[in-house]
């Protein structure tokens, strides 16, 4: 399939594989994929979550194998099929399927919230649905997969118990994270390391409004910090970022990208596009630094504000 569209960063554009578990159409973003190989043969872990089909190793690397037809309460998959291989959240994970379709380039602004069509079990772990020819294609949430498997996997709050007591701060943050469950966890870890000042948003295009109509009333002081999630419907964070930093009003304010999508194919492209951190979601401990360095914000070391 051919992606020149997509090697242009900040389309608000996505590939999405589509794949079938019996007759259900599913969805995954390409960017979240190293391979996808043949069925193997896998090592079943002793005590592990039912959804746990075993862990193998291509190449001597282990993954743990994910049976993609338990997490959506349809059985238990049988050996055969596919295993699809990706890499979020600094890990390596497979997870079985039984066939694939192909490769759909869509907007993010055409991916729709799952609704009453779903099952509660496909509900519980979509992001979006996309419409294509005569079919639903049902996009999951292949971070809340794993986390609900492993929560050890989510965000890492405890790295904020390394950094101590901290001052009250009203320094203006901007978030856009689509996960409600995510979007609670960082404004409360935020809140926690002091910055009692976020407006947080559930897509891009809330945040961008929300930032021009700052600009607009000559009010930017409003706003000194964004973070942004990658994948997310409507808008998605690499084209907010390109809109931020393309406008000479806006483009002196510090983004941060907060994704679970931070590889090294990612990361060019969040350089490209001028994002001035990027970071791992587990990494939230780090977050909260890197926000204290862009806005210049430092403790005392009676955690009182410098």
Same mark, same amino acid.
């Given at each position: ?6 090697? *242009? ?6 590939? /999405? #594989?589509?794949?079938?578990?019996? !007759?259900?159409? &599913? ?7 190293? *391979?996808?190989?043949? &069925?193997? !043969? @896998?090592?079943? /872990? +002793?005590?592990?979550? +039912? ?6 190793? +291509? ?41 694939? @379709? ?6 993010? =602004? ?11 079990? *496909? ?17 999951? !949430?292949?971070?809340?997969?794993? =986390? ?38 960082? /404004? ?6 002091? &910055?009692?000042? @976020? ?9 961008? $409004? ?20 990658? *994948? ?14 393309? !406008? $000479? ?12 999508? /931070? ?23 780090? #977050?909260?630094?890197?926000? $204290? ?14």
């Amino acid at each position: 399939m051919e992606s020149k569209i997509l090697l *242009e960063n900040g389309t608000n554009e996505l590939e /999405v #594989l589509e794949f079938k578990i019996d !007759d259900h159409c &599913y969805g995954i973003n390409v960017a979240k994929i190293k *391979e996808i190989i043949n &069925y193997q !043969d @896998v090592t079943p /872990v +002793p005590n592990a979550h +039912p959804s746990i089909e075993g862990i193998f190793m +291509p190449r001597d690397t282990m993954i743990t194998a994910i049976d993609l037809r338990n997490c959506l309460q349809r059985g238990t998959s049988k050996p055969g099929g596919l295993f699809i291989v990706t890499n979020f959240n600094k890990l390596d994970i497979a997870f079985h399927v039984d066939s694939v @379709v192909g490769i759909h380039r869509v907007s993010w =602004a055409d991916i729709i919230k799952p609704n009453a069509t779903i099952s509660k079990a *496909e509900e519980s772990i979509s992001t979006g649905i996309i419409k294509y020819d005569d079919r639903l294609i049902i996009i999951l !949430d292949f971070e809340k997969i794993v =986390a609900d498997i492993n929560p050890n996997t989510g965000l890492n709050v405890d790295q904020l118990k390394e950094i101590g007591p901290r001052s009250r701060t009203d320094v203006p943050i901007v978030l856009a994270e689509d996960s409600q469950l995510l979007n609670k966890l960082i /404004v409360d870890s935020l809140n926690k390391a002091g &910055y009692n000042n @976020v407006r947080h948003f559930e897509n891009g295009k809330l945040a961008y $409004d929300y930032i021009q109509n700052l600009k607009k009333r000559g009010q930017l002081e409003q706003c000194k910090c964004i973070i942004t999630d990658i *994948e997310m419907p409507i808008m998605d964070g690499h084209r907010l970022t390109k809109l931020i930093k393309t !406008d $000479d009003a806006t483009k002196e304010i510090p983004l941060v990208i907060f994704s679970s999508l /931070v590889n090294e194919e990612m990361r060019r492209k969040g350089e490209q596009l001028g994002a001035n951190k990027q970071l791992s979601k587990p990494e939230i401990g780090n #977050l909260v630094q890197t926000i $204290d360095d862009l806005v210049n914000v430092k403790e005392r070391p009676g955690g009182g504000e410098g």
